[in-house]
């Protein structure tokens, strides 16, 4: 009877054992998984933007030098980005910051009129730029909506402007826009559709003869990115 009495107690005991060491090992991936919810991810984000601005024309009289100009801004070349994003998942909204090194072009229809210049070609443009877009907003299983300021700096320009009379480069070190976006995510891959719009005016990177207002329009475009996270 003693020894029965033994076995028995025995048995509880490691049942105990184990049991607690089931608890153990579920706490530990209770804890794992808040970890991997409560983490950041980053990855690399390369993406395409197509051009939305609408044309628009200038007249430049530059009575000092009895020149005119008609310049026509055509419109912005295509825009390649490459770079990186950090995410953060919620359980119906997200957050996301990028670093993205942007290279972009315009092209301007100028004609010249006096005896001082007789211009008619098309000049060009190319910038250079490191940009940080700021995404959230919320998401439903694999689909996402958000909108967020762009800030910009710009690294380099380059224009053939600069042989014309009375021109004058004001590109602004720092520029502001905002985005909004509709994305997918498919796995460690998402794709994003983004309108991107500058509040900077095309008018404002330049001035002939001191007048910064020949253009009104503010670039725009729809982009394209495709990145993965880790």
């Not at 100009?69 to 990186?84: D, F, M, Q, R, V």
Request: hydrophobic share 40%; proline share 2%; with cysteine.
């Amino acid at each position: 009877m003693r020894n029965f009495i033994i076995a028995i107690f025995t048995t509880l005991m490691m049942c105990s054992t184990a049991f607690g060491q089931d608890l153990g090992i579920d706490q530990l991936a209770e804890e794992i998984l808040e970890v991997q919810e409560n983490r950041w991810t980053i990855g690399p984000r390369v993406g395409l933007g197509f051009n939305t601005t609408p044309q628009e024309t200038a007249l430049v009289y530059l009575a000092k030098d009895a020149v005119a100009y008609e310049i026509t801004y055509l419109g912005n070349t295509s825009s390649k980005s490459i770079g990186i994003a950090f995410e953060k998942e919620f359980e119906y909204a997200f957050i996301q910051f990028g670093l993205s090194h942007v290279s972009a072009g315009a092209s301007f229809d100028v004609n010249g009129f006096g005896e001082k210049d007789k211009t008619k070609e098309i000049f060009n443009e190319t910038y250079r730029n490191l940009e940080v877009p700021v995404l959230a907003g919320g998401k439903f299983k694999h689909f996402r909506l958000g909108a967020g300021p762009v800030f910009s700096a710009n690294l380099n320009t380059t224009t053939d402007f600069e042989g014309l009379l009375g021109y004058k480069l004001k590109n602004s070190a720092i520029n502001f826009g905002s985005q909004a976006a509709f994305g997918i995510d498919l796995g460690i891959f998402n794709i994003d559709i983004r309108y991107v719009k500058s509040f900077e005016a095309v008018g404002e990177r330049m001035s002939f003869g001191g007048n910064e207002d020949n253009f009104k329009n503010r670039p725009s475009e729809i982009k394209v990115t495709i990145g993965t996270s880790f």
